[in-house]
């Protein structure tokens, strides 16, 4: 008899436990989402403090991340978002490429532009498919006057997204 009231007493608490785990996460999901329509409406600030919010309740969301981190590159803040990305990159998931291209974005606003290069080439190695990351690998080499460079990356733009 104690060891069934035992046992129902683990299996109620692990219940209970994933049960809370699994709002925790649906909740950050949710801010995210919220974080995306403001986004979307332009208010960069509202945006921040939902992903923020996810972020307290789980700390390697990479949307939440990587959304802080646009975020702060929309509002004219983007080097405060780096750390983010550095996060999304480490955790080497679908979303690695275009963290690598929003981080070539930062520099290149920058006026940096070798560490806009090399994080383009690492999403272009991470998604040899992702176009994005070959389109602003071409204008940084226009913009430092590299043209043939440029051009190279505009023909693969264009083959991957005519």
Same mark, same amino acid.
């Given at each position: 008899?104690?060891?069934?009231?035992?046992?129902?007493?683990?299996?109620?608490?692990?219940?209970?436990?994933?049960?809370?785990?699994?709002?925790?996460?649906?909740?950050?999901?949710?801010?995210?989402?919220?974080?995306?329509?403001?986004?979307?409406?332009?208010?960069? @600030?509202? +945006? *921040? =403090?939902? %992903? #923020?919010?996810?972020? &307290?309740? $789980?700390?390697?969301?990479?949307? !939440?991340? /990587?959304?802080?981190?646009?975020?702060?590159?929309?509002?004219?803040?983007?080097?405060?978002?780096?750390?983010?990305?550095?996060?999304?990159?480490?955790?080497?998931?679908?979303?690695?490429?275009?963290?690598?291209?929003?981080?070539?974005?930062?520099?290149?606003?920058?006026?940096?532009? @070798?560490? +806009? *290069? =090399?994080? %383009? #080439?690492?999403?272009? &190695?991470? $998604?040899?498919?992702?176009?994005? !990351?070959? /389109?602003?690998?071409?204008?940084?080499?226009?913009?430092?006057?590299?043209?043939?460079?440029?051009?190279?990356?505009?023909?693969?733009?264009?083959?991957?997204?005519?």
């Amino acid at each position: 008899m104690k060891l069934f009231i035992k046992t129902l007493l683990s299996l109620s608490i692990i219940i209970t436990c994933s049960t809370a785990f699994a709002q925790t996460i649906d909740d950050a999901h949710l801010l995210v989402q919220q974080a995306v329509q403001f986004n979307k409406d332009g208010k960069y @600030a509202d +945006a *921040i =403090e939902k %992903y #923020n919010q996810a972020l &307290k309740i $789980d700390s390697n969301n990479v949307y !939440a991340n /990587y959304g802080i981190a646009y975020s702060l590159l929309a509002s004219g803040k983007g080097k405060d978002g780096i750390h983010n990305l550095e996060k999304v990159i480490k955790a080497k998931t679908t979303l690695t490429a275009e963290a690598d291209d929003l981080l070539g974005n930062i520099y290149d606003r920058e006026h940096e532009s @070798a560490k +806009a *290069i =090399e994080a %383009y #080439n690492a999403g272009i &190695k991470a $998604d040899p498919k992702y176009q994005h !990351a070959y /389109y602003n690998l071409g204008l940084v080499y226009f913009r430092d006057k590299n043209y043939a460079e440029a051009e190279k990356y505009a023909i693969e733009a264009i083959k991957l997204d005519p």
